[in-house]
């Protein structure tokens, strides 16, 4: 079975600053990796997501993340945060086989202040 | 907006009763899941379907139960409702073959009272 970490459950960040949001994630098989966001009283939308190839991925709002076999991290990052980023962010894993559901970790809300 | 519809956006209902919700997927896409977003248990899958058969089940309780029609639309029928069950539900969809790529609706607020 597949498992997520989000390391952090909040994170609190100026404007401007980056910021790492952490994830680990476990499976004795070949994974794909999601962040999803989900702005206050919406659904949950697609930042970025790792298939295969490289291991850095670029999103969408300026994010990216690294996937690290050896570590089982994809941790997200941006260099550079704006107050609209403030957002609950939520790592995901399902196993390399189409059509088969999300495994969500708990979430990591972000605050960014000015 | 993802292109997936939920309906309706607020349910107030009391214990005991029993609700469906409604979930349109994206054009084209053959599969629709439910999950359960509670403050307690976090985002979790419910039950998958794909062109009108169950593919895989969650942690589905028994007195939940979920159809996909020819239409493709989704409907998740929830009985003898607890207080327990008051949460977001939310509905995605994807395209067959490889990605795996979820477009998520608004979700339905379930408040039972």
């Known amino acids: 079975a597949q498992s997520v970490t989000q390391l952090d459950s909040q994170v609190p960040v100026f404007e401007e600053a980056p910021v790492e949001l952490r994830c680990n994630y476990s499976?004795?098989?070949?994974?794909?990796l999601f962040w999803y966001v989900q702005y206050p009283n919406q659904g949950l939308q697609l930042l970025l997501k790792?298939?295969?190839?490289?291991?850095l991925v670029k999103g969408i709002n300026g994010f990216e993340a690294e996937f690290n076999k050896s570590q089982t991290s994809f941790h997200l990052r941006k260099p550079s945060v704006h107050i609209s980023d403030t957002a609950e962010y939520f790592c995901?894993?399902?196993?390399?086989?189409?059509?088969?559901?999300?495994?969500f970790g708990k979430g990591t809300t972000l605050s960014v202040s000015s | 907006d993802s292109g997936v519809t939920q309906t309706p956006k607020h349910l107030i209902t009391a214990t005991g009763q029993r609700v469906t919700l409604r979930c349109s997927p994206r054009s084209g896409d053959l599969s629709v899941y439910w999950y359960q977003q509670s403050l307690d248990q976090g985002l979790q899958f419910l039950i998958q379907?794909?062109?009108?058969?169950?593919?895989a089940k969650g942690n589905i309780l028994e007195r939940f139960s979920a159809q996909q029609f020819p239409d493709l639309h989704s409907e998740l029928n929830l009985s003898s409702l607890e207080l327990g069950d008051s949460a977001l539900y939310f509905c995605?969809?994807?395209?067959?073959?490889?990605?795996?790529?979820?477009?998520f609706g608004p979700g339905t607020r379930l408040t039972v009272t």
């Open positions: 379907y794909y062109n009108g058969e169950e593919r």
């Open positions: 499976s004795s098989v070949s994974v794909y």
């Open positions: 995605a969809s994807s395209a067959a073959g490889w990605g795996n790529e979820q477009y």
């Open positions: 995901a894993v399902t196993v390399n086989q189409a059509g088969t559901a999300l495994i």
């Open positions: 790792y298939l295969s190839g490289s291991t």
